[in-house]
């Protein structure tokens, strides 16, 4: 079975904080790609980052970074001074087999002024 | 260019009533899927076509969904007799790569279809 799981359900922070959005995966599978999507409250999906499963180098990508470990089956994002525009709703998602996208429950980010 | 366009925006059926909901992928995509996110829920695979086949109907949730792409281009999502737990947002996505080739490809999305069933 695969299955992504978000803990946090919603996180609120106050502008120019540090957070990190938690996501662990499941899957039988020795390839896989892993995903993270913002969803801003106008609906659409926005694609942020992928990562394969071969590939545990970190990545930083401006105020972004994201933290991919194999060996807890995590791949962690966090946002590095926050701010207001960061509101939004975090997906994290995997690709495996077959190719269907496989959601998280989505983390519900919330930076206050 | 145009992103993947989804139409209508919003609807609101009555119960039992039938739904039909568009989808206009970015051009030359030749995957396409269909996902159903209920409010405070991640997206939910229903259905994938590779160009005009439909390779996964896996996720539809009852035989009252209907979903076909006959040109490999525009999609159509059909609900029949709409029930109140058909009430969420349908989310179509398009890529440019089959299920042949890598599947590392991000899935660009719509905006959506808010369906109310009242």
């Known amino acids: 079975a695969q299955k992504v799981t978000q803990a946090q359900t919603e996180i609120s922070v106050v502008e120019k904080e540090d957070v990190t959005l938690d996501c662990v995966y499941e899957t039988r599978d020795t390839t896989y790609y892993l995903f993270w999507y913002k969803q801003p409250p106008s609906g659409e999906l926005v694609f942020l980052i992928r990562r394969n499963s071969f590939d545990e180098q970190n990545e930083i990508s401006g105020r972004y970074s994201w933290n991919f470990q194999k060996s807890t089956s995590s791949f962690n994002f966090t946002i590095t001074a926050s701010q207001v525009v960061d509101s939004a709703v975090y997906f994290c998602a995997l690709r495996a087999q077959g190719g269907k996208l496989i959601f998280g429950q989505g983390t519900e980010l919330s930076v206050k002024p | 260019g145009a992103g993947v366009s989804q139409s209508p925006r919003y609807k609101v059926a009555k119960r039992g009533q039938d739904v039909a909901l568009r989808c206009d992928p970015i051009s030359g995509h030749v995957s396409l899927f269909w996902y159903q996110q209920a409010l405070g829920q991640g997206p939910e695979f229903l259905t994938y076509f590779q160009n005009e086949a439909q390779l996964d109907k896996s996720g539809l949730p009852s035989d009252r969904f209907f979903a076909e792409r006959p040109e490999g281009s525009v999609s159509t999502l059909k609900i029949q007799r709409t029930q109140q737990e058909d009430s969420a947002v349908y989310l179509c996505?398009?890529?440019?790569?089959?299920?042949?080739?890598?599947?590392?490809?991000?899935?660009?999305f719509g905006n959506g279809t808010r369906l109310t069933v009242t």
């Open positions: 996505a398009s890529s440019p790569i089959g299920l042949s080739g890598s599947y590392n490809s991000p899935l660009h």
